[in-house]
């Protein structure tokens, strides 16, 4: 299903004033397509994404995933979590993985949470693995794997449970180029695969070639949306 932000904007308090970190922006991700947002520090990429992930509530608009709003200004927060858990994969900057799981435990884990037998989604966890390339570590630790594979398995763990939307923050930020362009390519492979709606916030436009578009946001506003593969 599409996730549709429509006219989000979220105010923080900020000492007698006022904080506008997203300021009337809307967007439409289709499903199985990828969207890469783009914006200099500060430009409220990360506020946006806490809003469509349900972390944090909108002042003001809805999130909808296909026709349904998902979280709302009003909405509560066990009905948040609770879509969050059931529709929704997050990928943040840093992998956070467990230091005393394994990667497949990682995954088992999260189904859990999600309210499903660890033995139930084994299978789909090893594919998952596998397709992220990590098929032959999953009974390592977090730290017996690189950078790039930690973050993989944060990929893979996210996907357990096939969400209808995956959000993904900064996944290049402690990768160099190569590897970066590589993490990308995996999302996008797998957005397609998977018919999730997803979007990246990403620092590094140069890694983005394979994803379906590119928005730019600047001081809270939505720029411009332009196709990555132009004519």
């Known amino acids: 299903m599409d996730l549709h932000l429509d006219r989000i904007t979220l105010v923080y308090p900020d000492g007698d004033s006022t904080l506008t970190a997203v300021d009337d922006f809307s967007l439409t991700i289709p499903s199985g397509t990828t969207t890469a947002l783009l914006g200099p520090s ?8 806490a809003v469509a992930g349900g972390l944090t ?30 529709q929704i994969g997050i990928v943040f900057q840093a992998p956070q993985l467990l230091a005393s799981l394994t990667a497949l435990e990682q995954l088992e884990l999260h189904a859990h949470l ?17 397709e992220v390339g990590l098929a032959d570590q999953a009974h390592k630790r977090p730290a017996q794997l690189s950078g790039g594979q930690r973050q993989r398995v944060a990929i893979a763990r996210a996907l357990v449970g096939s969400p209808r939307v995956l959000l993904v923050d900064e996944p290049t930020s402690a990768l160099d180029h190569a590897r970066g362009t590589q993490i990308i390519e995996l999302i996008t492979r797998l957005a397609h695969e998977l018919d999730a709606a997803t979007l990246v916030v990403s620092h590094d436009s140069s890694t983005l070639g394979s994803v379906d578009g590119t928005v730019r946001m600047l001081d809270g506003r939505r720029e411009l949306l332009l196709p990555v593969h132009a004519d």
């Open 114 to 130: 999600r309210g499903r037998r660890p033995a139930t989604v084994r299978a789909q966890a090893m594919a998952l693995l596998a």
């Open 42 to 49: 500060g430009s409220g990429k990360s506020s946006l994404l």
């Open 57 to 86: 509530r909108p002042t003001s608009g809805v999130v909808r995933i296909g026709g349904d709003v998902v979280f709302a200004p009003g909405g509560g927060l066990a009905a948040a979590t609770r879509t969050r858990l059931d």
